[in-house]
């Protein structure tokens, strides 16, 4: 069965369906599923997976039974794990003994192998059996990810290849003639005791060396640059592109994961740019040097070619166990990364709450993970190194021994041994890196797969010829605007029809999770609704272009951040023609411009990681300032107030309040939802007018209870068609 590990954290039950349909026939890519089945960060449930199963035409059949009967489940089948996860059940192992183990295949590690005890602690007594229905169809709709889809087109790219091409071509003609010396010298000069000739060699080849040497440190200088040019072009390639991704794609991975795929680029640019050419003249060098023996000796030549078959085959055999450790490796390698870089950010809760020992111990067990995995990759390569030279070794011993008894019986010469040697060695030598090039080529799929993740993700879109944004009005119209996070999941938008005049303040109110924030992402453009629409002054914002619409955008979102670097780079998010005045200005309006002032270095002080020199107040002061900089038309804030105590809130409500800007506030606190000039509510995945309550004294100073939630009609909405 095909191990097909999971990309996003929480599509585990995807890569289980997908192992299974593959299993049937039904070969699928994993970025495939995830665009025909919708899954939000909260995962799939067993129930989905037999919806998304029936999809493929697999019948699906869950089952709750014990731990003792899972030797009679139809494998392979889908075992919930953890509470949490799902996994794959392979085969069931029983010994003669009577002990029973089983093979799972876990998305989110690789094959793994338990006895039922082991199990017992994971397993939750629920299975998914799937069989293909009379409808299932096997096909392959897997594709192979070329490296030049990954890389995209290279400058310098052909002039390179021909350059170093034609300088390693000359350093093999040098190679090939190396072995004559040595046979002159003992035939023609030892025997004949020719003083004058060995000079004239000596000298000869003694040149040719010297030519050698400047020809090789020309080539590993040209490769140098070469290498770091490439890899510069590619890096900042995938880079652009990943920067270009929507958010969703980050929100649904671990930062550890994808710094891995994206350094998945070091280790298939040194891979090919250390072979692309080496490997060419590796094989043209192999044949000539297989020509030349075969030329000497061919029952020589025979005893050198099963050398070079018994080490093919060693690696043929290992191929598979050394690809999946390194496979497992590499995502073990992911998750701690992850796990520190957590650690990290979150030392603080970390030491607050007494977890740094269980976070360490957490650690130390990925680390040790990791670890084993190498381990198990290292004796591997430990194996074929061995392997190697004692197939050299060997070699040479039976070319000597069988060489010899050649020589006595006058079939050749001493010299003709010593340059057959020579030959045998290079050829031994030149075939072994073919074999290793071409399984480190093989290994390379494991890699662009992890790449592909990145570079083969669809971007968001963009448009051809975007529109000038400061030419419409600042209207923001939502007609029938629906949202869920995953298919099968209740909408958390469910047909949201509001129009915000331009100019307005609006406050957007409801209890947690009621889908506030999700709507001001969308508004935002950085969510794309299931159905319906956003305009700006009545074009949409998909026509207009996210890059030109977010121009007119200042935000501060619930999670946003600084940057390392001082106050006033942040506030100019770095502007490379830094405003000052307008940094001040902007400052001032957010009533942070004179705490700003009171430190050492003024606006050149530096906030320090992610903001940790800065009060909540300051940073969240600095965030508003920072979108005000843009001197944007629309100003969408997502509890940017929070942290502020009542009198910088209502100074920095006020200074805004003056603002010829339109307003969208997702807020709980009354003072910013006083602030605002109308009010709306998220409730049950609708937008509801508030009116407020003129009888009672102090609507929004207590509880949102204290609001009449009157349901009228949307006098902002648009009108239907």
Same mark, same amino acid.
């Given at each position: 069965m095909k191990t097909i590990l999971q990309t996003e954290v929480s599509e585990c039950g995807l890569a289980c369906l997908a192992m299974v349909a593959d299993h049937f026939g039904y070969g699928c890519e994993l970025g495939n599923l995830r665009r025909r089945f919708a899954v939000s960060l909260k995962g799939a449930t067993m129930t989905q997976l037999v919806r998304y199963a029936a999809v493929l035409e697999l019948a699906g059949r869950p089952l709750s039974l014990e731990l003792k009967e899972i030797p009679d489940l139809q494998l392979p089948c889908i075992l919930h794990w953890d509470l949490k996860h799902f996994v794959v059940l392979k085969k069931v192992h029983k010994s003669l003994k009577g002990d029973i183990s089983v093979t799972l295949i876990d998305p989110a590690v690789g094959e793994r192998r338990m006895t039922l005890e082991t199990m017992s602690k994971h397993f939750t007594g629920v299975a998914l059996e799937l069989s293909p229905?009379?409808?299932?169809? #096997?096909?392959?709709?897997?594709?192979? $990810?070329?490296?030049?889809?990954?890389?995209?087109?290279i400058l310098g790219l052909r002039t390179a290849l021909v350059h170093v091409f034609c300088l390693a071509a000359v350093l093999e003609l040098f190679a090939i003639a190396a072995p004559l010396f040595n046979q002159y010298v003992i035939d023609d000069v030892i025997v004949a005791g020719d003083r004058e000739l060995l000079i004239v060699l000596t000298a000869g080849f003694a040149l040719l060396t010297v030519t050698q040497t400047a020809i090789e440190l020309v080539r590993s200088w040209f490769l140098m640059h070469w290498s770091i040019d490439i890899g510069f072009q590619w890096a900042s390639r995938v880079f652009t592109h990943m920067t270009r991704l929507p958010v969703a794609f980050f929100e649904k991975r671990r930062l550890g994961d994808?710094?891995?795929?994206?350094?998945?680029?070091?280790? $298939?640019?040194?891979?090919?740019?250390?072979?692309?050419?080496?490997?060419?003249?590796?094989?043209?060098?192999?044949?000539?040097?297989?020509?030349?023996?075969?030329?000497?000796?061919?029952?020589?030549? $025979?005893?050198?070619?099963?050398?070079?078959?018994?080490?093919?085959?060693?690696?043929?055999?290992?191929?598979? #166990?050394?690809?999946?450790?390194?496979?497992?490796?590499?995502?073990?390698?992911?998750?701690?990364?992850?796990?520190?870089?957590?650690t990290i950010r979150a030392v603080s809760p970390i030491k607050l709450f007494g977890r740094d020992a269980e976070r360490r111990t957490r650690w130390l067990n990925l680390k040790q993970d990791v670890i084993n995995r190498a381990i198990k990759t290292q004796k591997l390569g430990i194996l074929f190194k061995v392997t190697n030279t004692a197939l050299f070794s060997a070699q040479g011993l039976a070319i000597f021994y069988v060489g010899a008894g050649l020589v006595m019986s006058n079939a050749l010469t001493v010299g003709m041994l010593t340059a057959f040697s020579s030959y045998a060695a290079t050829f031994s030598g030149r075939i072994f890196n073919l074999i290793d090039v071409v399984f480190s080529i093989r290994l390379l799929g494991m890699h662009t797969g992890r790449l592909a993740d990145i570079v083969m993700e669809e971007a968001e879109p963009e448009v051809e010829t975007e529109i000038d944004c400061t030419r419409l009005d600042a209207e923001i119209t939502l007609r029938g605007v629906k949202f869920r996070y995953g298919d099968g999941e209740p909408w958390v938008l469910n047909g949201i029809d509001l129009s915000i005049p331009a100019g307005q303040s609006l406050a957007l109110i409801g209890p947690s999770g009621c889908g506030k924030s999700t709507l001001c992402k969308i508004i935002l453009g950085l969510l794309a609704p299931d159905e319906g629409e956003v305009l700006l002054g009545g074009v949409p914002v998909t026509r207009i272009g996210y890059r030109a619409y977010r121009q007119v955008v200042g935000t501060v979102m619930q999670d946003d951040t600084?940057?390392?670097?001082?106050?006033?780079?942040?506030?100019?998010?770095?502007?490379?023609?830094?405003?000052?005045?307008?940094?001040?200005?902007?400052?001032?309006l957010t009533a942070v411009h004179d705490e700003i002032l009171a430190m050492p270095m003024g606006y050149q002080t530096l906030v320090g990681e992610m903001g940790g020199n800065l009060s909540g107040g300051q940073?969240?002061?600095?965030?508003?300032?920072?979108?005000?900089?843009?001197? #944007?038309? $629309?100003?969408?804030?997502?509890?940017?107030?929070?942290?502020?105590?009542?009198?910088?809130?209502?100074?920095?409500?006020?200074?805004?309040?003056?603002? #010829?800007?339109?307003?969208?506030m997702v807020a709980h606190r009354p003072e910013t939802i006083n602030a605002a000039e109308r009010i709306v509510a998220i409730q049950n995945g609708r937008a509801l007018e508030v009116i407020r309550n003129p009888v009672a004294p102090e609507p929004l100073t207590v509880a949102r209870e204290r609001f009449t939630w009157t349901h009228v009609p949307n006098r902002f909405a648009p009108a239907q068609a």
């Open positions: 229905n009379q409808h299932f169809k #096997p096909a392959d709709e897997t594709k192979q $990810i070329s490296v030049s889809q990954l890389t995209g087109k994808i710094v891995s795929r994206f350094g998945s680029i070091a280790d $298939i640019q040194n891979t090919l740019t250390s072979v692309c050419v080496g490997s060419v003249l590796d094989g043209i060098m192999a044949l000539l040097a297989l020509g030349i023996m075969f030329a000497y000796s061919s029952y020589l030549s $025979i005893i050198v070619i099963a050398g070079v078959a018994a080490y093919a085959l060693l690696r043929w055999l290992f191929y598979q #166990p050394f690809r999946e450790a390194s496979q497992e490796q590499l995502i073990l390698g992911a998750k701690e990364s992850s796990h520190f870089f957590e600084l940057l390392a670097g001082s106050i006033l780079e942040n506030i100019t998010f770095f502007d490379a023609q830094t405003d000052i005045e307008l940094a001040e200005q902007c400052a001032r940073k969240q002061r600095v965030l508003l300032a920072r979108a005000l900089y843009k001197r #944007p038309r $629309i100003l969408a804030l997502d509890e940017a107030t929070s942290h502020l105590d009542v009198a910088n809130e209502q100074k920095v409500n006020a200074a805004l309040g003056m603002l #010829p800007l339109t307003r969208i």
